[in-house]
Each structure stands twice: as structure tokens, then as C-alpha cells.
């Protein structure tokens, strides 16, 4: 079993819908959840950072985390053609030193 | 500005030639990272630092090297013995050490085996 476990897509939504990103971790001792973006042929930028349990908002992102269910996903709210990126779920567990572990990332395409 | 730069942005491999992948922050972090990314593999953990002098083999550490000689610099060097060097390669920071802190990364750079 991965220890971060994403859909690959690609994930395809209509602009101004919302759009669901799933994610899933195996360390049940992990501690801090990321959302990095990364476009094409750039590197993983950071958009959302969680701790604890339940909903954290910032603009149009809304990450969640339930530690029970081990799940992670992001929401992105009026998606815009301009989110169409990849999006990476990171996991920083006390077993990995903290090392950031990754998922394979999923392709979102958001269509005018 | 704070922040981490590769160098170079592209970089082109002749068949059993070593290449040196730069990698340089000015955040004071004590942890940098270099990660491999392939096509739908998401990134994938070669080698990592968190403290001078010291660095431990990722997930798929065969056919790489660095040092951690200061502790603004963390090189990579892809070895001839890496038998699949095409790739995308970041390289990261973070104060380390610690759950609730983020990775920084670097802009990237793309080898290509030629």
C-alpha cells in the first residue's frame, strides 16, 4: 500500500463548478497534510496546509482532514480554466522524520 | 528574496557521463531534499539532509550522490551507474525536523539523456 494514495485523473470539471480531490494516507501517526499545485513543467507550489481534524478555507480552496478515516481531500469552489494544474497531496509523518512523502498527484482540467 | 535555486534549468547527458544538478537556499533551513519526477509518478524521494555534514538514500537512491559540505547547499550528482536519468528534478527545503513545516522547492531541472 502507497502511503499517499490520489486519484490520477484526469479529473475533468466545467468552469465555476466544484471540484473534489481526493486523498488518502496509510501512517495513521502522520501529523501535517499539505495541497502543493504544480503546473506543467514548473515546480509544487503550496495552497493549503491542515493539522487538525475538520475544514480549513482559504479563498476558493477548502482542504478537510479526517485523521479517523485517514482522508484528506481538497475542494476547489468556482473552479476557474486557471486551476487546470496537478495537484499534489503531501504528508509529513514522525516515522519518515518529517520528510515530505507524496502521492502521485491528480490532473485537473477545469473547461470554459 | 529568500528562496531555493537549481541550476541548471536544463541539463543534457551523454551516455556514462556524471552531471551535477545545483542546489542552493538562502532560507536557513536545515532539511533539504532531492525528488525525482517521472511522468504520473508523482515525487519520488532520492536523497535527504537535515542537518551539515549529514545525508541519508531515499526510496531510490541507486545512481545518485550528494554532499551537504555548507548547509546552503545540497548537490546531486547523477552517476553513470543511474541507468534511466531522464527526469525532472527538484530539489526542496524545510526547517525540518518538525511536523507542521512546509517544503520549499526550486524551480526544477529537466535532464535529458542524449
Known amino acids: 500500500q502507497k502511503e499517499v494514495e490520489q486519484n490520477s485523473g484526469p479529473l475533468s470539471v466545467p468552469e465555476g463548478a466544484i471540484a473534489s480531490l481526493n486523498c488518502t494516507y496509510s501512517d495513521r501517526g502522520s501529523q501535517s497534510f499539505f495541497w502543493y499545485r504544480q503546473y506543467s513543467g514548473k515546480s509544487p507550489e503550496l495552497i493549503m496546509s491542515?493539522?487538525?481534524?475538520g475544514d480549513k478555507e482559504d479563498g476558493r480552496f477548502t482542504a478537510q482532514l479526517n485523521k479517523a478515516s485517514q482522508y484528506v481531500p481538497l475542494l476547489i469552489r468556482d473552479s476557474q480554466p486557471s486551476d487546470s494544474a496537478t495537484y499534489l497531496c503531501?504528508?509529513?509523518?514522525?516515522?519518515?522524520?518529517?520528510?515530505?512523502?507524496f502521492g502521485r498527484g491528480t490532473s485537473l482540467i477545469v473547461h470554459p | 528574496d529568500g528562496g531555493i535555486t537549481q541550476s541548471p534549468k536544463y541539463l543534457f547527458r551523454k551516455e556514462g557521463q556524471n552531471v551535477t544538478l545545483s542546489c542552493e537556499q538562502n532560507l536557513n533551513h536545515d532539511a533539504m531534499y532531492w525528488y525525482r519526477q517521472d511522468p504520473g509518478q508523482g515525487l519520488r524521494l532520492i536523497y535527504y539532509s537535515q542537518i551539515v555534514n549529514d545525508f541519508q538514500k531515499g526510496d531510490i537512491a541507486e545512481g545518485y550522490s550528494v554532499s551537504r559540505e555548507k548547509k546552503e547547499s545540497f548537490p546531486l550528482t547523477v552517476t553513470s551507474a543511474q541507468k534511466n536519468p531522464t527526469a525532472f528534478y527538484l530539489c526542496?527545503?524545510?526547517?525540518?525536523?518538525?511536523?507542521?513545516?512546509?517544503?520549499?522547492f526550486g524551480q526544477g531541472t529537466r535532464l535529458t539523456v542524449v
Open positions: 526542496a527545503s524545510s526547517i525540518g525536523g518538525q511536523a507542521n513545516t512546509e517544503a520549499f
Open positions: 503531501a504528508v509529513n509523518t514522525p516515522a519518515r522524520s518529517y520528510i515530505p512523502t
Open positions: 491542515i493539522y487538525s481534524n
